[in-house]
C-alpha cells in the first residue's frame, strides 16, 4: 500500500524563487536562506519520495475572485509553472499523479471533505518555491507532485483545526491506496507576514517560534488557536500557516524532527523550515 514516510514545511517567498532563477543565490543576502536547504536536499536524495503532496496557496494565478476553492485537488498528469506577472518561472513542468489524485478525491469526498477536483492547474511560486529549495535546479523534478490547494487569501480561509482534520484524512486516503508508494506531505507558506498596509513587514520571531514548537509537540493545541490570534500576531499572510497543519496532521503524533530552520529576513518574511519523520518509519 502506499505509506506516508515523512513531512516538510517551508516558507514559499517568491523572491527566493527569483533569486534561484536569476543566479543570485550565492550572494550574502541569499547564502544563509539556501544554506538551511543543504541538509534538506541531502535528506530528500536520500528518502527518494515517489509522490510529493503539495499543499500551498494559489496567489490568484491559477484561481481568482472568480473562483475560490477552499480545498482543490490538482489531478491532472501535468502542472505548468503560471504566469505571474513576470513570466512563468524556468522550472521543470510539475509531473502529478492522477490516478493516486483521483483515489485521493474520492476518499477525501466520501470521509466529508468536499474537495474540488480540478483538471487544469497552472501552479505559481506557492508550489514552486518549494520545490526548489528541496530540490535546487533539476532538469526535471525527480518525484510526482499531488498539488493541494488550500484559500487563504481570501476570508474565510479554513480553521486550523479542519486543516488539522484534513490531514488526517489526507492519511487514511493515502493508506487506502494499494499500489507501494512512498509518500512525503509537503505544508507550505508563512512564516509572520504582512504584506498590505499600516503593518506591513511585520515579524513576529516568538510567535514563529512558539508555532514551530507546538506544531510538533502538540498539533491538537495548535489546531485550535483561532484565525484571530494568527492575524493579529503573525500578520494578514501568517494566515497561510494553517497549511502547516494539513502536513502534521498527516504524521504521527509523535514524530522525530530530522531538521529544523528560521531565518530573518527573506524578502517580507521570515523563513521557517521543518522536516519529520514518523516514528515508525
Ligand atoms: C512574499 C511572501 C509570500 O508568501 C508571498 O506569497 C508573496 C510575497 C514576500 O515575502 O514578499
Ligand atoms: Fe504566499
Redesign the pocket.
Known amino acids: 500500500m502506499a505509506r506516508i514516510t515523512a513531512g516538510v514545511a517551508t516558507?514559499?517567498?517568491?523572491?527566493i524563487g527569483a533569486a534561484l532563477d536569476s543566479g543570485k543565490a550565492g550572494e550574502p543576502y541569499w547564502q544563509p536562506v539556501f544554506a538551511g536547504y543543504e541538509r534538506s536536499k541531502q535528506w530528500i536524495a536520500e528518502e527518494k519520495p515517489d509522490v510529493i503532496i503539495l499543499v500551498y496557496?494559489d496567489?490568484a494565478s491559477a484561481f481568482s475572485l472568480e473562483m475560490i476553492p477552499t480545498f482543490a485537488i490538482g489531478c491532472a498528469d501535468s502542472f505548468a509553472p503560471a504566469d505571474e506577472g513576470w513570466g512563468p518561472r524556468p522550472v521543470p513542468t510539475v509531473k502529478g499523479h492522477s490516478s493516486l489524485a483521483w483515489h485521493m478525491a474520492e476518499q477525501l469526498i466520501l470521509d466529508e471533505f468536499d474537495m474540488t477536483i480540478v483538471n487544469k492547474l497552472d501552479v505559481d511560486?506557492?508550489l514552486t518555491v518549494p520545490l526548489s529549495l528541496m530540490f535546487g535546479q533539476p532538469d526535471e523534478w525527480p518525484c510526482q507532485v499531488i498539488p493541494l490547494a488550500v484559500n487563504v487569501v481570501q476570508y474565510p480561509p479554513p480553521t486550523g483545526h479542519r486543516c488539522y482534520m484534513l490531514g488526517k484524512a489526507i492519511r487514511r486516503a493515502v493508506e487506502s491506496y494499494p499500489e507501494d508508494l512512498k509518500v512525503v506531505v509537503f505544508g507550505t507558506?508563512?512564516m509572520s507576514?504582512q504584506?498590505q498596509g499600516p503593518r506591513a513587514g511585520l515579524i513576529n520571531t516568538a510567535f514563529d517560534q512558539a508555532f514551530l514548537d507546538t506544531l510538533i509537540s502538540d498539533p491538537v493545541a495548535q489546531s485550535k488557536v483561532p484565525h484571530l490570534d494568527y492575524v493579529r500576531e503573525a500578520g494578514s499572510?501568517g494566515i497561510?500557516l494553517v497549511m502547516w497543519l494539513i502536513m502534521r496532521g498527516a504524521l504521527d503524533d509523535q514524530v522525530k524532527q530530522v531538521h529544523r530552520f528560521y531565518h530573518v529576513p527573506?524578502?517580507?518574511?521570515a523563513v521557517g523550515h521543518l522536516i519529520l519523520e514518523n516514528a515508525g518509519s
Open positions: 516558507s514559499h517567498v517568491p523572491a496557496n496567489h511560486h506557492g507558506g508563512g507576514h504584506l499572510e497561510e527573506a524578502s517580507n518574511t
